[in-house]
């Protein structure tokens, strides 16, 4: 489902890019070559694509003033765990930076199937970098189940186009009202 158009400053262009670098770096030993998750000369691109996400994730939920708990954008290694936790409602979302002309969302299958990481939401932000803006897009973790599964360039993945996003899910209540912290 649709359920926004988020701004975003542009400076986080500049930060998403430096940490996608110090993410890939630090994860060289979990994604090398010849393993299940390597991604190649991709990889910066992708970790810094997903970052830039995270950030605007945490944007907008801060503008809204929504309580949140957030896993680190950059670790030792990579974490096995959704990437926000709403804090009033407990919901976990996994959130996941999607390039501009993309028509497509994906999922991991792995990813999806690990237990661990298994979030109540998946949260596609589909960044326009030009005019710092993003369209928000949340599914049910469950729905993902039924997608399409695709072998893409490094691993299968739950696919889905993005014109038939819009009768997914519901959104939580904590993300329809800005200003529930009033009620």
């Not at 930060?15 to 990889?43: I, P, Q």
Request: hydrophobic share 35%; proline share 4%.
């Amino acid at each position: 489902m649709k359920i926004d158009n988020i701004t975003f400053p542009k400076i986080f262009l500049k930060l998403a890019e430096e940490l996608g670098k110090t993410r890939t770096m630090l994860s060289k030993k979990v994604y090398k070559e010849g393993s299940e998750k390597y991604r190649g000369e991709d990889e910066v691109k992708i970790s810094r694509l997903g970052i830039l996400g995270e950030l605007i994730a945490w944007h907008d939920l801060t503008n809204k003033n929504i309580l949140f708990k957030a896993t680190p954008l950059i670790d030792e290694k990579p974490i096995a765990e959704p990437d926000i936790e709403l804090l009033l409602d407990n919901i976990k979302i996994d959130v996941k930076g999607v390039g501009y002309f993309t028509t497509e969302l994906m999922v991991n299958e792995n990813a999806h199937k690990n237990i661990g990481k298994r979030p109540n939401q998946y949260w596609f932000i589909k960044i326009d970098e030009y005019r710092c803006r993003a369209e928000s897009y949340l599914v049910d973790s469950r729905d993902v189940d039924g997608w399409e599964l695709i072998q893409k360039k490094y691993t299968p993945a739950y696919c889905k186009d993005i014109e038939d996003i819009s009768i997914v899910c519901e959104l939580p209540d904590v993300l329809q009202h800005q200003d529930w912290m009033n009620k």
